[in-house]
């Protein structure tokens, strides 16, 4: 334990920490849209499987990370136009439709790459950047502003998407559908369009969760992601629908598996005990979902489809 | 807004039909608005005015038929298009969103002056010079779910007057407000007429109609049946048309034949859904023979109190005896073995289940009590004749025993809740709002048989937010504020005036000083 609680290691384990919150907080930002307007997506451990894929799968063959990431963010905006039209125009029932999406995202992913790639590949995956004369702070530049530019984004798009929600008209049009659709209805809010739009972005930002993952990790194997989107949707609940808490439910997380990791690779846990410990995130689920029941700020019309007139 | 030559119609409504499955909703409907006036809809549920209005708003599409506005034919199809041209609608209930802001509700929709950003400032601004002018005092920084009833009414005002529509629908607005609130919302409607604005006002209580309306037209079973003039008719003579044979409005009532008490209730309190009191420092007596109504705006404690004594609420502290059995920790069922029967002012929600057949729904509650069923056998033979009987006694119009409840329509769903709750010929009734949302027939018969029950000596607690129902029904009236009983009156003292004032929270003592002062 003592070789863990070195100041090098230390921060080594935060910046490392803030790495890891990283896939968990895009895949959460983009769930916290889609539930503010009221649906509820349950795919996003598929639709992050295939953005994983597909991010992998550019890079290794054109050696462009920058495509990897392009490609992820298409892949999660098709599957949201895939999930807009199985639940907002045949109006299936939002938790069965997601779990059919993740389902399909998990076996079409080994699929393709079982087909297109076989053995694992290695791929360069993203490096840092330091940012000019913040990453030459002691401490907090090493832990960050040594980050590849995915963790830049997702935290720059916290203050981005609490922007989006409560100082812009589209953001008052996505809480009132997801509160109360038929008042937004009765004003002129087209209900369907909104969530149409919520629903590609948040699915958008699962891709790019998923290429994140796969970029930093720089491989791709089958359910890649083991977990990280249903914890990005329990993040949400305990985020109380807000991007900061939200945050910070990432960042509990991503700490969690770094030190864990950590601890792995000192040795400070081994074997049985490291399997244990390796529960940690998932009891950590358990955990805050049932201390955070209070549900304030859940939108009352969460997985309730609109139909006029009704 | 000008003022547009006298009888030319701003809106008018010609040939309207439309179908849905098995009933023809509107039967070619023709209706009118012209500039500054107030033109009334009038008829029962389900006579089709809900219809022509969603029609009109978009939110249905008609089958046969055209819409003009000022003169040009129109096509409507959804709520956008009805906004663009400057049309307004306040549905019946609230189309609010509780976690937004006043200013937030009203901008909602309504394109921003810096277009990707919202700015509210100048909503807030105009929010409050309209307050202002038609004297609706909104606070445009609260919260919706903050606010009161009334208040949220004015918010569904100030959103129509804020979008400066020219033609106003409101459907059935005054059901939520005390008797002051709707002589102020009568008021601000006025003003809002003498700019020219047409308005559309639905309701089925005829004394708002008669002094509110220029015209008035009336529908029954989807179809015009009457077109008349307030000046030219009576109550009597609407409610004729809109039922379509004499209706007796008040009921007959005989002297009290009082005796014991049956239900006595001793510094209750009730908690709330949200853990605060609903009901505080309440205590009430109601006698075998005698009615007693509570009257009071909704959400003042009357749910949860009529919840607690049905044993579905837990009390907080204070008694419950009916008769003679302290029933203040018991079961529902063990309240009901005792001999009271309850009917629940959430019809569909508590009362019955809406895909079960008439004859289940009948035995919910004696399903496990002989004859009903036998060891652990419902007994078909008995519930067949059991059944057929309460329906003939009731007159509950059903094609057959079978027949899901969610097919027959209000009137008769409440008739087989009645049913069912007086089958077990009990010794205290609850009623809460047993005719509301009824049509008039029906409703005049569950008064007849209300009446019936007290004259055969049964104990009956009537809570309704009806007052003329109350006034017509009850030998004391008690009214609730916030919990409390805030004044009790008898019959012959009781009028929609004094009870209004006890709705919104002005005890009689403080009227005394108030007027003298």
Known sequence: MSDFLTVSVLLATLASGIRLATPFLLAALGETIGQRSGVLNLGVEGVMLLGAYGAYYATLRTDSVLLGIVVGLVVGGVMGIVYGVVTLALKAEQGISGIGIFIFGLGLSDLLFQKQVGTPTPIDGLGDVAIPLLGDLPWVGEVLFHQNVLVYAAFLLVPAMWFVIHRTPFGLDVRAVGETPEAADSLGVSVERTRYITIFVGNAFAGLAGAALALELGIFQQNLTNGHGFIAIALVYFGAWRPAGVMAGSLVFGLVSATVLQWKTLGIVVGTTASIVGMFPAVLTILVLVLVSRRTGQPSALTRPFERGH | ?517
């Not at chain 2, 029904?473 to 006890?502: H, K, P, Y």
């Open chain 2, 1 to 517: 807004m000008e003022p547009t030559t006298a009888g030319a119609p701003l809106l008018e409504l010609e040939g309207i039909t439309k179908r849905f499955p098995g009933v023809v909703a509107n039967d070619r409907v023709y209706f009118d608005v012209r500039p500054g006036e107030v033109h009334t809809l009038l008829g029962e549920n389900g006579a089709g005015k809900s219809t022509l209005m969603k029609i009109l708003y978009g939110l249905y599409h008609a089958d046969e038929g055209e819409i003009r506005l000022r003169g040009e034919p129109v096509t409507i199809e959804s709520p956008s298009d009805a906004i663009e041209q400057g049309i307004g609608m306040i549905h019946q209930h609230f189309m609010l969103v509780p976690t937004l802001t006043v200013a937030e509700n009203v901008a909602l929709g309504l394109p921003s002056r810096r277009r990707l950003l919202q700015d509210l400032s100048p909503v807030q601004q105009r929010i409050r010079e309209l307050s202002e002018v038609y004297g609706l005092a909104v606070d445009p920084d609260a919260y919706i779910w903050q606010l009161a009833v009334g208040e949220r009414q004015r918010v569904e005002i100030m959103k129509a007057i804020y979008r400066d529509v020219s033609l106003l629908i409101l459907d059935e607005p005054t059901s939520v407000l005390t008797p002051a609130e709707v002589e102020d919302l009568f008021v601000t409607l006025r003003q809002m007429t003498e700019g020219g604005r047409g308005l559309v006002f639905i309701s089925h209580k005829l004394h708002e109609v008669m002094s509110l309306s220029d015209r008035i037209t009336v529908l029954r079973g989807g179809r015009v049946t009457g077109r008349t003039v307030p000046s030219e008719t009576s109550r009597e003579q609407l409610a004729h048309m809109m039922v379509g044979r004499e209706v007796r409005l008040a009921p007959n009532r005989s002297e009290a034949d009082v005796a014991d008490a049956r239900l006595t209730i001793s510094a209750l309190e009730v908690l709330g859904d949200r853990g605060t009191p609903a009901v505080t420092d309440f205590d009430l007596e109601v006698r075998s023979g005698e009615v007693v109504g509570i009257a009071g705006v909704s959400g003042n404690g009357q749910r949860e109190l009529a919840e607690a004594l049905a044993g579905l609420r837990p009390v907080a502290s204070g008694t419950i005896v009916m008769n003679g059995v302290d029933t203040t920790t018991k079961t529902p069922k063990e309240i009901r073995r005792l001999g009271v029967s309850y009917i629940p002012e959430e019809r569909m929600r508590d009362g019955a289940i809406g895909e079960f057949s008439v004859a289940e729904n009948l035995i919910l509650t004696s399903h496990d009590l002989p004859p009903t069923s036998r060891r652990g056998f419902l007994n078909f033979k008995q519930i067949e004749t059991g059944c057929s009987d309460l329906v003939r006694r009731f007159t509950v119009k059903t094609p057959s025993l079978e027949t899901p409840t969610a097919n027959l329509s209000g009137g008769n769903i409440q008739k087989l809740i009645i049913a069912r709750e007086l089958s077990g010929e009990p010794e205290v009734l609850i009623a809460s709002q047993p005719t509301r949302g009824v049509d008039i027939g029906a409703a005049e018969y569950i008064h007849t048989v209300l009446m019936d029950q007290r004259a055969g000596g049964i104990a009956i607690l009537l809570i309704s937010e009806d007052l003329d129902e109350v006034i017509g029904l009850s030998d004391r009236i008690a009214v609730m504020f916030e919990g409390r009983i805030m004044g009790m009156l008898d019959q012959e003292e009781a009028t929609v005036q004094r009870l209004g004032l006890l709705m919104a929270g002005v005890s009689e003592e403080e009227e005394r000083d108030g007027s003298s002062a």
